[in-house]
T-cell receptor, first 110, second 113 residues
Framework: SQQGEEDPQALSIQEGENATMNCSYK?????LQWYRQNSGRGLVHLIL?????REKHSGRLRVTLDTSKKSSSLLITASRAADTASYFC??????????FGQGTELSVKP | DTEVTQTPKHLVMGMTNKKSLKCEQH?????MYWYKQKAKKPPELMFV???????INESVPSRFSPECPNSSLLNLHLHALQPEDSALYLC????????????FGSGTQLSVL
């Protein structure tokens, strides 16, 4: 499979805690992106990190990229119940395809 | 307008039916995509159109036939589908031809009986 792996598959935390999700991919990439999906809905783009970047921030989101390990992590700080969703990483491989990881289901309890 | 609109939202069809899924965007994006997503699985790429030309076909069975009539519209024609084709079909678009920041529609939930 071209798809990457994400861990954990599911994560349950309390409001206010931080949530960390990890993603590994298999090929060289142009960029790596993170998307969020609420149940039965379309995906929403969260953040993009290019292959020559190591860290990027957007609001409560922090993404890191380690191209030597072919891995990325997404940190959501001070989580809210509204952050409950599935989170997918997506690797823009150099074959022109955006390939999604298996996803992490995040549950934030009030 | 930053929306990708997909119709219908739900579709139930028999294995002998012919139906079409429609997708529309007015953001001036030149790349459009079809993805298929099974429950609790990641989206799987089916087709990519770049500047209205089919650039990627991920070995999708011929019972799925994409069409890009113009830069704002993308259709997916369905014929003789199988029950295992039941899934959420997602359309997306992005600026230019690069895989950067895809905008997704809400999808069509397809059930094949």
């Amino acid at each position: 499979s071209q798809q990457g792996e994400e861990d954990p598959q599911a994560l349950s935390i309390q409001e206010g805690e931080n949530a960390t999700m990890n993603c590994s991919y298999k090929t060289s990439i142009n960029n790596l992106q993170w998307y969020r999906q609420n149940s039965g809905r379309g995906l929403v783009h969260l953040i993009l990190i290019r292959s020559n970047e190591r860290e990027k921030h957007s609001g409560r989101l922090r993404v890191t990229l380690d191209t030597s390990k072919k891995s990325s992590s997404l940190l959501i700080t001070a989580s809210r119940a509204a952050d409950t969703a599935s989170y997918f990483c997506a690797a823009d491989n150099q074959g022109g395809k955006l390939i999604f990881g298996q996803g992490t289901e995040l549950s934030v309890k009030p | 307008d930053t929306e990708v609109t997909q119709t219908p939202k739900h579709l139930v069809m028999g294995m002998t039916n012919k139906k079409s899924l429609k997708c529309e965007q007015h953001m001036g994006h030149r790349a459009m995509y079809w993805y298929k997503q099974k429950a609790k699985k990641p989206p799987e790429l089916m087709f990519v159109y770049s500047y209205e030309k089919l650039s990627i076909n991920e070995s999708v069975p011929s019972r799925f036939s994409p069409e890009c009539p113009n830069s704002s519209l993308l259709n997916l024609h369905l014929h003789a589908l199988q029950p295992e084709d039941s899934a959420l079909y997602l359309c997306a678009s992005s600026q230019g031809g690069a895989n950067e920041k895809l905008f997704f529609g809400s999808g069509t939930q397809l059930s094949v009986l």
